[in-house]
């Protein structure tokens, strides 16, 4: 119904930038909120950021000041821009969608996952 796709991720080092892209595409109605998470394996998936489909956005305490978010309602992307990278940073980096999707059932709300882009922050 809804592919995500992340890209963007790499190897940078410590103190750079990064951009990374959440596009979702498929048959929906409208997408609400868009989220960015972040896991190293072994570990609990951590939140990142949150984009609002009324403009709001959050942050995690870990990122706020350093990340931001950039959001293209037509194209149905979300940009998280990474900046003052740190190796704590590093981690694998997935995008969550919230979509009103078309169902048998009718419209249903709905989250989908992507697959997800790594993020590596060393020297």
């Known amino acids: 119904q809804v592919e995500v796709v992340e890209s963007g991720g790499g190897l940078v080092q410590p103190g750079g930038s990064l951009r990374l892209t959440c596009k979702a595409s498929?048959?929906?109605?409208?997408?609400?909120?868009i989220g960015w998470y972040r896991q190293v394996r072994g570990e609990q998936r951590e939140f990142v950021a949150i984009?609002?489909?009324?403009?709001?956005?959050k942050f995690g305490a870990s990122v706020k000041g350093r990340f931001t978010l950039s959001r293209d309602h037509d194209k149905k992307t979300l940009d998280l821009e990474m900046h003052n990278l740190d190796p704590e940073d590093t981690s694998s980096y997935y995008c969550?969608?919230?979509?009103?999707?078309?169902?048998?059932?009718?419209?249903?709300?709905?989250?989908?996952w992507g697959q997800g882009t790594q993020v590596t922050v060393s020297s």
């Open positions: 969550n969608v919230q979509a009103l999707v078309p169902t048998l059932s009718g419209p249903k709300m709905m989250g989908f």
């Open positions: 498929g048959n929906v109605f409208a997408l609400y909120d």
């Open positions: 984009s609002s489909i009324n403009g709001d956005t």
